[in-house]
């Protein structure tokens, strides 16, 4: 999948109730102070267009993770990745992020302790990501838009069995979504420091010569406990599954899943082999 190559990535940390603590991560942030205790801790980097170091190497597939080379725990990260627009004003800052389609994405990680940065648990190489073929567009990023009936679920397929790895929510769950979140968004890219965890994303744009399209994904969601503590081994299958819950309940979305079979409306769906390197 070499759609995305002249996108930036960006994710948001901490967007949803819990995964930070069952993700092991509460601790990094504990220097960092937000208006709003609920709110997202920051934004991260996983991919930088151009760039010489390792957030410049091309992590997204629609089709495998490949797992690193050093011995580490990696778990998925079900959640929602957005494709926007970006635009900037003439100083080089974020004026606007404009969501044109939504689909299904794996934030997957490493789970290592000592990391400086939360970049340096997110891109590890080529397919380290995973962003659905199928995309769902985005009539307008607000309340009565598209998104208010969609939900996510995700599953682990290992030795012929499937578990559900995330829980089953609705979008609408994320603590920070549609105008807050775009508003929390641009401030923080703009004002972001080179600080604990966080990297100053703003100069990385500036470097890589203000990129006018990009994948954000948006927070990862809770685990089940299965998915708490299980980790990717060679031969798993990871499934993200965001669908229309006005056309399809969990039973469908689960046997869809278990045949590996997805309906076209409604639905974008990630199925991921893991693989060692």
Known sequence: ???????????????????????????????????????????????????????????????????????????????????????????????????????????CSLRKEG???????????ASSKGLSSTLIPIDHFDKDGVMDSYRIASFLRRDGMLMRY?????????????????????????????????EPVLRYLGEANNPKKAI??????RYTHFGETNFLKDGDEVVVVVYDNTKYCTNPILSMANRNVFASEGISALVQKVQRA
Not at 84 to 102: M, R, S, V
Not at 115 to 125: E, L, M, Q, V
Not at 172 to 197: C, E, H, R, V
Not at 216 to 221: E, L, Q
């Open 1 to 107: 999948m070499e759609t995305y190559k002249n996108y930036v990535g960006f994710g948001v940390a901490g967007n949803f109730a819990l995964h930070l603590e069952q993700a092991g991560e509460s601790a990094d942030f504990k220097d960092i102070l937000t208006e709003d205790p609920n709110g997202p801790k920051g934004m991260f980097p996983f991919y930088i267009p151009n760039r010489d170091d390792q957030l410049g190497v091309y992590p997204i597939s629609s089709e495998t993770i490949i797992l690193p080379n050093e011995v580490c725990n990696v778990q998925p990260e079900p959640e929602v990745a957005l494709i926007c627009d970006l635009e900037y004003n003439n100083d080089g800052k974020i004026i606007n992020i404009l969501p044109k389609f939504f689909g299904a994405y794996n934030d």
């Open 166 to 198: 995330g829980e089953d929510v609705e979008l609408l769950g994320y603590s920070y979504f549609y105008g807050k979140l775009l508003d929390w968004m641009k401030n923080q890219i703009n004002t972001q420091a080179d600080f604990g965890p966080l």
């Open 115 to 125: 990391a400086a940065k939360i970049s340096h648990k997110k891109n590890w190489g």
């Open 216 to 221: 954000i994904s948006i927070g990862a969601t």
